[in-house]
């Protein structure tokens, strides 16, 4: 049911392209998951998604176990039936929670527990529950559970998090019950190479059919993230899937991507267009500035999606200033295909063999969003 092929790889980089074969159908890579938490991508529709190139969506465990359940998703036919998404998902073990929710949560060598967000209930979870979850919600992919922790961070807590992941993973593996599930384990150690080193060849001696490299984008800043990217990713089989979690910027996707990495997810489109953020090619802008009360242009000219093809700016502009629903909905789907279309730009470049000149337009990007918004 799943199978893992690269089929082009870069002559100036580690970049590579890939095909991976689900139950619910193939994804090329390298490929950017828009994040439905809570079994929905904010706003938007899934027909809507699939016209952004979207191929492949995540949803997240801890969330989708308290409302409204697995055993409630289990019961209406799995997460796909539930989301009306015919195409591949999935799910987060719920490990990143123990990093953003700190505030709520006791951690301990055989469980994470949590005092609901919601309501204050506690919630457990450990490497059996957070399995027995995922194969109830029957996501394609699943994860290990896993410890992210928050970064800078000491030396003895950092080694205390790979040892716990590592069992952790352990215990997952064991846990797994379906064959039409792959489950992949995640490497942490922070920004020390040599935890992640530990971590990762821990993993791969447990066979998991794909990586993920957690625990960035939580604070350690650009540089690492791509020090620790380009140090941890050549660990990991080159014939299985390596999936970077959280992020992020175009500038952190085409540097991870020069590095090896096949799948990312972030939930930066969406969260950006609700809040009148658009992404374009030479940066990014708020709509709310008043320069473009008057402005007729499309968001981006070279972009093909319903938003650019059909409103200008100023139009978008006034939508968010009356807080009419239809100005977040539009500035995420742009944001949504701006993101697709950044994968099918960087596969493109692969397959031509030319991945370093073109990801060297995207180096500065963060440095011209600050330029950009006035």
Not at 15 to 41: K, N, Q, Y
Not at 248 to 269: E, K, Q, Y
Not at 309 to 321: E, I, K
Request: proline letters at 5%.
């Amino acid at each position: 049911m799943f199978s893992f092929t690269v089929t082009n790889q870069d002559t100036t980089s580690s970049a590579r392209c890939g095909r991976l074969e689900t139950p619910h159908g193939p994804v090329d890579t390298p490929a950017f998951m828009p994040v439905g938490t809570r079994g929905s991508i904010k706003g938007v529709l899934p027909d809507q998604l699939t016209r952004t190139g979207a191929q492949m969506i995540l949803a997240n465990t801890y969330h989708l176990l308290l409302r409204p359940g697995s055993e409630v998703i289990e019961r209406l036919g799995g997460l796909h039936r539930f989301m009306g998404w015919e195409g591949p998902i999935l799910t987060d073990s719920g490990g990143f929670q123990v990093f953003s929710l700190s505030a709520l949560r006791r951690v301990d060598d055989d469980e994470v527990e949590f005092s609901s967000h919601i309501d204050g209930a506690k919630v457990r979870l450990n490497p059996t529950i957070a399995t027995r979850v995922q194969n109830q919600l029957g996501a394609d992919i699943i994860m290990a559970f896993d410890e992210c922790p928050a970064l800078p961070c000491k030396r003895e807590h950092l080694e205390a998090v790979v040892e716990r992941t590592v069992r952790w993973a352990e215990q997952s593996l064991s846990a797994h019950q379906r064959q039409d599930q792959l489950m992949f384990g995640i490497v942490q150690g922070g920004t020390d190479m040599d935890l992640r080193r530990q971590c990762a060849q821990a993993l791969v001696g447990m066979g998991f059919p794909g990586y993920a490299i957690g625990g960035l984008s939580v604070g350690e800043g650009h540089e690492a993230m791509a020090q620790t990217v380009a140090f941890t990713a050549p660990m990991l089989p080159g014939d299985k899937p390596r999936y970077l979690m959280g992020v992020g910027t175009p500038r952190d996707l085409a540097m991870a991507i020069g590095s090896g990495v096949d799948m990312f997810d972030c939930v930066l489109p969406t969260r950006n267009g609700r809040n009148a953020g658009a992404f374009l090619g030479s940066g990014t802008i708020k709509l709310r500035n008043q320069c473009y009360k008057h402005d007729t242009e499309p968001l981006d000219k070279e972009c093909d999606c319903y938003t650019c093809r059909h409103f200008s700016r100023g139009y978008l502009r006034h939508l968010f200033l009356v807080g009419e629903m239809a100005g977040p909905i539009l500035l995420s789907l742009h944001n949504l295909r701006f993101f697709q279309r950044l994968m099918q730009q960087a596969r493109l470049a692969i397959q031509e063999n030319r991945y370093a000149q073109w990801s060297q337009r995207w180096v500065s990007y963060d440095r011209e969003v600050a330029t950009d918004v006035n």
